[in-house]
C-alpha cells in the first residue's frame, strides 16, 4: 500500500492570513508517531508561518507557535482539528 493524500488545502481567513491542510494515510506510522497519518497543519499571516502542526521523520507529532517547538499528544484527527482550531483562534483574536 502506498501513501493516499486525504487533504490539500488552503483556507482564507482574511486578507492577510490562511490556514494550510496537507493529510496523508501512510502504510507505516512516521518513526515518532503511533498513527497511520502524515500531516502539517500550518496558519500563515503576512506570508509568515506564525503556527504548525506536524509529526516530522524522528519528532513524532509536535506543534510550533512562534520559536517554541513543543511535542502533542495525538489521539483522533478530530482532536487535532479541534486543538489547531483552537490555538487558531486564539492567535487571531
Known sequence: M???LIEKSRTAVS???FFE?????V???VPGSSHHFKYRL???INDECVMRYDNERGKGDHRHLGDLE?????????AL???F???MERILA
Open 70 to 78: 513543543e511535542p502533542i499528544e495525538f489521539t483522533t484527527l478530530e
Open 27 to 29: 502504510p507505516t506510522p
Open 2 to 4: 502506498e501513501a493516499v
Open 15 to 17: 486578507h492577510t492570513a
Open 81 to 83: 482539528f479541534d486543538a
Open 42 to 44: 500550518a496558519l500563515i
Open 21 to 25: 491542510t496537507v493529510l496523508w494515510h
Open 85 to 87: 482550531q483552537a490555538d
